[in-house]
């Protein structure tokens, strides 16, 4: 992978940020754009705007043609069986919602267990917690190491006979753990359990096989992705997906409607009620074909290679904690750090005077925080343009912010 290219083609690296060149290393919070995505967006706009499957003018084919392609080009990114399994989303948290909702309202009865971990994110955490106690069921968590890590053993011990659905992180956003959930999925049906998997960290970092993973239900998110905002990607296995009830009611996602009673079109529609998201799901195309052209495995290799040696200069500073895996070959492309007598919030202050970016607070994981006994980390997450002097500055900038709070205070 040439870092030099692909930085060429993210213009908004090229630009100074308080009188710095900009250092972005927030790319687990939402990833830049390449310009080809920020194009195809574009295009849309102003060559073929029109909406999907309603109309039979040349327009509205155009459309509907490119919006079921990005659809085919997800189902391949991940390894999807058929695209009928392929919903598209506003995003990650819509996903998971969905399926806590449609899925766990019909399949979750009083008494019966759900099993999550303490690294969730707050999009895989309150859906199941709400689910919980409409149901009346037990919300149960997973034991975690010091470390950050799970351990199959203790999977096994938390989850049971009474256990209706698991749901985990491929990837944490405050650790950079990475879950093996694969195994977690065995274990699930095992005991006659459904696996949810949130890859909003991981599907954009490495190749994600929902069928080698064989989980239930996966969700992601485009922005994370090098694609737009606003949308995502719900996977389910078909059977399940067919059995589901639709949550948004209106056009687009009915097959009959008379005075009384309605019937809802096949997968994958019945789930996308309204005009869908064209501009995104076109961009999340885009998007898709330039991660693959540069290929899963580097980016996952680069990213790994990053992580080392951010870990490794962070070793130098004094009283700086990181939290999660030691070893770079157990995590994914962030580092999860406090300072200490810094807040977090001050260190990520004094790293944007110096153009660098990086991101502050509970990161959607409160329950983590009260794990880690923390109030708010500071977390500096790497994509495929970030380099090793992306990082040199990042530990000149921590070593500023700790002169300077030593100083004043």
């Known amino acids: ?150 351990r199959l053993e203790d999977v096994e011990k938390t989850v049971t006979e009474r256990t209706k659905i698991v749901a985990a992180a491929l990837v944490s956003n405050v650790l950079g753990t990475i879950n093996p959930v694969k195994d977690i999925a065995k274990i699930a049906h095992s005991h006659g359990a459904y696996m949810v998997v949130d890859a909003a960290q991981g599907a954009p970092h490495m190749q994600v096989d929902v069928r080698d993973l064989d989980c239930d239900f996966l969700a992601f998110s485009g922005h994370k992705m090098c694609g737009p905002t606003g949308i995502g990607v719900l996977y389910g296995k078909k059977a399940l997906l067919e059995e589901m009830e639709p949550l948004e009611y209106g056009g687009e996602m009915i097959d009959f409607v008379g005075l009384y009673d309605s019937t809802w079109k096949e997968l994958p529609w019945k789930f996308e009620g309204g005009t869908p998201v064209i501009a995104g799901a076109i961009g999340l195309g885009e998007a898709i074909d330039f991660l693959e052209e540069i290929g899963l495995d580097e980016i996952t290799a680069h990213e790994q290679d990053l992580s080392a040696y951010c870990l490794s200069q962070f070793s130098e500073i004094e009283g700086i904690t990181v939290y999660g895996p030691e070893s770079a070959d157990e995590r994914a492309g962030l580092v999860t750090f406090n300072l200490e007598n810094v807040h977090p919030h001050d260190a990520a202050t004094i790293l944007d005077a110096e153009g660098i970016a990086i991101r502050a607070g509970h990161h959607c994981a409160q329950p983590l925080m009260k794990w880690l006994d923390v109030t708010a980390t500071a977390r500096a997450s790497f994509y495929l343009y970030n380099t090793k002097e992306d990082i040199d500055k990042l530990v000149a900038g921590i070593v500023k912010a700790k002169e300077y709070f030593t100083n004043v205070f």
């Open 1 to 150: 992978m040439d870092i030099n290219e692909v930085r060429r083609q993210f213009p908004i690296l090229d630009q100074e940020v308080n009188g710095h060149p900009l250092v972005y290393l927030d790319s687990a919070a939402t990833s830049q754009k390449p310009l080809r995505v920020i194009e195809a967006v574009n295009q849309y706009y102003r060559e073929y705007n029109s909406n999907v499957h309603r109309g039979v003018h040349t327009l509205g084919t155009k459309a509907t043609d490119h919006y079921e392609g990005a659809r085919e080009k997800v189902r391949k990114f991940i390894g999807a069986e058929s695209t009928e399994e392929i919903i598209f989303t506003k995003g990650t948290t819509a996903g998971l919602n969905l399926v806590a909702h449609s899925f766990g309202d019909a399949q979750v009865q009083e008494g019966d267990e759900i099993v999550i971990t303490y690294m969730e994110h707050h999009s895989n955490l309150i859906p199941w917690q709400q689910l919980a106690k409409r149901k009346g069921a037990v919300l149960k968590y997973v034991p975690m190491q010091k470390n950050g890590t799970l």
